[in-house]
Nanobody
Framework: QVQVMESGGGLVQPGGSQRLSCTAS????????MGWYRQAPGKQRELVAH???????NYAEFVKGRFIISRDNAKNTVYLQMNSLKPEDTAVYYC???????????????WGQGTQVTVSS
């Protein structure tokens, strides 16, 4: 069984910062990419940033220069440091990890339950 769990959401004022964490646990053989997506009310889920096991990163244009994704492979954990937050960053943020479980030879995407980030004064 593989689980992915996010933490760190909450209410933050515009211009503020917040850090999200996501840890994959369970019967894991290997993890390739880990990433963050978000979904605002009435909108589709969209990619925020992702990072592969070698450390290469990719960011959506709307967060470049403000958000930083990082990863601790030893802890199966990915972080999202969010700076200069704007009200339009308000959304549920989801973690996704591309994992090969020990019991299976195949790779699958595993999603967390999501964590709410609200940017408001």
């Amino acid at each position: 069984q593989v689980q992915v769990m996010e933490s760190g959401g909450g209410l933050v004022q515009p211009g503020g910062s917040q850090r999200l964490s996501c840890t994959a646990s369970g019967s894991i053989f290997s993890i390739n990419a880990m990433g963050w997506y978000r979904q605002a009310p009435g909108k589709q889920r969209e990619l925020v940033a992702h990072i592969i096991s070698g450390g290469r990163t990719n960011y959506a244009e709307f967060v470049k220069g403000r958000f930083i994704i990082s990863r601790d492979n030893a802890k199966n954990t990915v972080y999202l440091q969010m700076n200069s937050l704007k009200p339009e960053d308000t959304a549920v943020y989801y973690c996704c990890a591309y994992i090969r479980p020990r019991e299976s030879g195949g790779w699958n995407n595993y999603w967390g339950q999501g964590t709410q980030v609200t940017v408001s004064s």
